[in-house]
């Protein structure tokens, strides 16, 4: 009788791994956004410059816990990790969000 080799899988992503990854986007992202608005206003503004790269931290984050998942073929980890990076770029996106003119009075 032959044995059935078991599938192997790797180990999820360790806590080091994601923080590794939310780094990378939060530079990135930072840096993107730093350009752009610069280009666009002549000075980035801080508060949105930090939303925008917090943001790009979670998106890759989130985006590498779902391609591993996805790999591994665990679908509910995957929709779980999904579900994660929306609310966290949501809950960001609410805390920091920027004042407009109408909102301040100006316009």
């Known amino acids: 009788m032959k044995k059935r080799k078991a599938k192997q899988r790797a ?3 360790a806590a080091g791994e994601i923080a590794t990854n ?18 666009t ?9 930090l939303r925008q790269a917090l943001q ?15 790999r591994d073929q665990d679908y509910f980890g995957a929709l779980s990790a999904l579900a994660g990076g929306a609310l966290g770029a949501l809950a960001l996106e609410t805390l920091l969000a920027t004042e407009t003119s109408e909102e301040i009075g100006l316009g």
């Open 11 to 13: 180990a999820p992503l």
């Open 22 to 39: 939310f780094t990378r986007g939060m530079i990135a992202a930072g840096l993107l956004a730093a350009i752009q608005d610069s280009r």
């Open 41 to 49: 206003s002549g000075k980035p503004h801080g508060r949105k410059l």
């Open 56 to 70: 790009g931290g979670v998106a890759l984050a989130a985006g590498a816990a779902v391609a591993e998942s996805m």
